[in-house]
Every structure is written in C-alpha cells, then in structure tokens.
C-alpha cells in the first residue's frame, strides 16, 4: 500500500467522521429547537468581536480540528440571526430547506467545477435539469438558455448583458466605452426597481444615467403611458431603447408590474423584455396571485433567486434567457487552453464565472423532494399567512396597515390620539421616526425581525414571509407585540407639544 502523504491541512478518516457527526447532530439539535431561541441575539458589535478575539494575529501553528470544528459550530450557532426562524419577517430571505443544507455539503465534498461538462459530467446535466425544471415552474419556454448564479442580483447582471450585446453588437464587446452604442443605450423600468439595475448599469459601461426611471401608479406598478412617451423622447433623440425591465414582486412591497401590456410594447418596439423575478417570480406557478405575473413568460430574460422562494440555503439565483444563443454570445470565448468539447454546455460560455461550484444541487434536490405540487402549496401558505397577518393588523386600532401583495404586508404603529392628524407636518415626522425607532427596537428584540419600506416619504414597517417554519400562531403574535413596543417607544419619545393629540397648524 502507499503510504498517505502527511499534509498538514488532510484529516483521518476516523477525526472525519467524528467531526461530521457531532456537526451534523449540533445542526439537527438547532433545527429542532429554533422555535425558542430568540430571533436574534442582542450582542453588540464589540462583544462579537471579543467572543472571535477578532483582532488576534494569524496563527502561527495549526490547532485539532475537532476542537476546533466544535468552536467553530458554537460561535457560529450561538451568535447568528436565524432567517429560518418561524418568527422571521425580514427582508426577502428564505428558511433554508434541511436537504438542502445537506446537498452543500456533498456538493462540497464531491466538488465538481460546473464550469465545463468534463469536469462535471453529472452535475453540469443536473444543472441543466434544474434551470430547465425552474423554465417549467415559471411556464417560460424549456428550451431556454440559462444558469445558476450566486443570487438575484448576478442573475440579473447576466440577463443586461445578453441584453447590452443584443442591442450594442460585437462592437460593444470589442470597444465597450468606446463604442457608438455605448453612449446611446437606455434602460427603462419603475422606481420601484431593486438597486441591481444600478449597479448593472455602472458596472457594464453605460453609467446610472442611462437609466429612465418610470414613475408607478397608486399599487406602485410601472406606469405604461410614461414608458410610452419616455421611449418615444428618446427615440427622437437618436437614442437607443436597449431594455425595459419589469419586476415580478418589488422589493419593498410586491407589486408586480403589467408584465402583459410591457412584454406587447416591446414586442412593437423590438425592445428587450426583462422580468427581475428574484423575490416574486416563482409565484407564476400559483393560481391565487395576479394574472399579470404570467406576463413574465413573454419575456426575453427573466432572474430568479432561489434562495427566496425556494427556500434554497444561500447561495442560489438563477437567469433565463429565451434565445439560448444570445446568451452564449454575451459570454463566450474560446482561447486555445480550452479544449472542451461543444457536444454538450460548458457553462463557462454562459455567465461571469469560470471555475462553479455546484449550486444546482439543492435546489434541484428541493424540487425533486416536493414536486411542483408541494412547491406551489408552501408558496400559496406563505401568502395566505401573509394576508391572515394583514386582516390582524388592520383591525388593530393602533395600527395602520398600507399594503398587501404576495408575501409582503406593510403598516405602522399610529398611537390613538394622533390619528385625526396623521397629515399634519409635525406628526407625520413624529410617526416616521417613531416607526423607526419600534423598528430598531424590534429588530434587536428576539421576538420578532420585520424591516421597512418608505411609501409616500412616510417610514412604515414590513413583513415579509418566505418561511416554511411560520404559523398562524406566529403571524398572528405580530399585532400584540409591536403595539407594546409602540407604545413602549411613543411613551418615551412623544414631544410634548404633540402629547394632547390637539396639534396646532
Ligand atoms: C432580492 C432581490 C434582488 C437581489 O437578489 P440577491 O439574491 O439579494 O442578489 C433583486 N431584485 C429583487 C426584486 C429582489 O427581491
């Protein structure tokens, strides 16, 4: 037998498995009891740093690893945020699914690079499989091309640059700022619109000025008639339309834009249709949710994040783009030190990345443990739990609820005395900064995480559920607990000429 080399960074089979069970067993035990753990710890930033000793030197000499993976297992465990907690309202982040902690892991220890076939022969055709499964669930045409990227926001990324090349030509990849197109290109969506399209249109060469933000309507949704007369202006100009894109679930309050009547007028126009479907975009496969989210089947690109709403653990997003050549034609080069065959994808040819990991496995291993029925119905749950917490708040005297769309409910703490006068200049700063205050309060409490959205220059609170982990219970624990922390807040931040309720004006 040859004898194992004896590298300072290999285990034994023995230390391997004992640190694997004992890691496996502290995560089961987590997963068990998250219920009555607090939401969040409230440690200070100084005091997480003390517990890492976050100033210490690198280290030296090596340290046993099964010591070590154990510390590792309790810092880590003991001082997070769960986002998978029943309780968890932030943001737009999922409960990870249990077998899909699980697939990372083999993943990692199977390792393939998913950046060519024959480096990852099964992994690659399981990847291929799980992008075409997501095309299905949306009703976006199978034989798309696609992949899976770190999230929403890199799934976005790729769909502009297919759409940038479609609209600028080899002439924007080989003279990017220098080209004629550069200059020229425009982008078009809602203000309502995640900072993605910011960063996109920054980072790939044509400048945050290029976007044409449209304004919204009362439900927050595009509004047509301005994206009509925005691209006919520019037009005019000499400028070039290069995308409009819509959001299937904006991420402050879930509208969904008219997808439908954009994905007609970019067909007239022969303007690139993208949907960012990163939060909302899987809720196409369900009955109960505006007909207009269909729309995003029309599409030229559509990003998607399955961490979201399919409660993938992090990371995991997903692009589509409906002319698989097109994409290829944004990312594809072929320098001589690659020589991988063309039978099949390589899915360098297709994103930003070279060397992959192998994202695809849990969410490919999620839909195959719950099928699009068991999907579609823990979706639909979110949403009813979301509207069941919606009809809680709005009948709380105290509260004053605004919206309701897919999984996301917004509303503020309005104490009773100064609800006459919630339009007077000196309440409406009161209410704002008293709602960011119960906010903060409640972030750092343990109870319950929610977040905020601004809606009218007016600071309100948000919900958002994305969560297989949440009940009724827990949804409807919601109104007692901010009331009290409201009146908590307004008891000690009330300024005294607004204590009579009477304001004067
Ligand atoms: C979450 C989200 C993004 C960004 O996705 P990441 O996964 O955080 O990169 C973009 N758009 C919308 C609508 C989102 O909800």
């Not at 003991?78 to 077998?99: D, K, V």
């Not at 990852?120 to 299905?136: D, F, G, H, L, Y």
């Not at 996301?408 to 006068?421: C, D, G, H, S």
């Not at 900064?433 to 220059?457: H, Y």
Request: hydrophobic share 40%; proline share 4%.
């Amino acid at each position: 037998m040859t004898k194992k080399r004896d590298a300072a960074i290999d285990l034994t089979s023995a230390q391997f498995r004992e640190i694997g069970h004992d890691m496996v067993d502290r995560i089961a035990d987590l997963l068990e009891n998250m219920r009555n753990r607090p939401v969040i710890g409230n440690k200070t930033p100084g005091e997480i740093k003390g517990l890492l000793g976050s100033g210490d030197a690198l280290p030296e000499k090596g340290s046993d690893p099964i010591v070590l993976a154990r510390n590792g297992a309790e810092l880590l465990i003991e001082n997070s945020l769960y986002n998978g907690h029943p309780r968890f309202f932030g943001y737009i982040t999922a409960s990870p699914a249990p077998l899909g902690i699980l697939a990372d892991f083999l993943a990692s220890a199977v390792n393939p690079n998913v950046g060519a076939w024959q480096l990852s022969p099964m992994a690659t055709e399981i990847e291929i499989q799980t992008v075409r499964w997501i095309a299905e669930l949306l009703g976006y045409p199978v034989d798309c091309g696609g992949l899976m990227t770190s999230g929403g926001n890199l799934a976005n990324f790729v769909c502009f640059l297919a759409a940038r090349v479609d609209a600028g030509g080899d002439e924007i990849r080989a003279q990017g700022f220098n080209s004629e197109s550069a200059r020229k290109l425009r982008v078009y969506t809602s203000n309502e619109t995640h900072t993605w399209i910011m960063k996109a249109a920054d980072l790939f060469g044509l400048g945050t000025d290029s976007i044409r933000w449209i304004e919204t309507d009362d439900m927050q949704r595009l509004d047509m008639n301005s994206l009509r007369s925005r691209v006919e202006e520019d037009r005019k100009a000499g400028l070039i339309p290069m995308m409009v894109s819509g959001t299937a679930g904006t991420v402050s309050t879930g509208a969904i834009d008219p997808l439908p009547e954009i994905a007609e007028f970019c067909r007239e126009q022969g303007i690139w249709f993208h949907v960012d479907g990163a939060y909302g975009g899987f809720a196409a496969a369900v009955d109960m949710v505006d007909e207009d989210i269909r729309g995003l089947a029309e599409a030229d690109s559509v990003a998607v994040d399955p961490h979201k709403w399919l409660y993938a653990p992090l990371e995991a997003g997903c692009a589509l783009v409906r002319d698989q050549a097109k994409l290829r034609k944004a990312f594809s080069y072929h320098p001589p030190y690659y020589h991988f065959g063309e039978e099949t994808i390589n899915f360098f040819d297709h994103g930003l990345q070279n060397s992959r990991g192998f994202r695809a496995l849990k969410v490919w291993m999620g839909l195959k443990q719950v099928g699009r029925e068991g999907l579609v119905g823990m979706i639909e749950e979110d949403i009813r739990l979301t509207r069941d917490m919606y009809g809680a708040l709005s009948a709380n005297e105290e509260l004053q609820t605004f919206t309701c769309q897919l999984s996301i409910a917004t509303f503020r703490y309005v104490p009773p005395e100064l609800k006459e006068n919630i339009n007077d200049v000196e309440v409406a700063e009161y209410l704002n900064k008293l709602n960011e205050e119960v906010l903060n309060r409640l972030k750092t409490s343990g109870e319950i995480f929610v977040s905020n959205a601004v809606l009218n220059d007016q600071f309100i609170l948000r919900v958002c559920i994305v969560n297989f982990r949440t009940t009724y219970d827990d949804v409807r624990a919601v109104p007692e607990i901010v009331v009290r922390f409201g009146r908590k807040a307004d008891g000690e931040l009330r300024p005294e000429k607004l204590k009579t309720g009477k304001v004067s004006s």
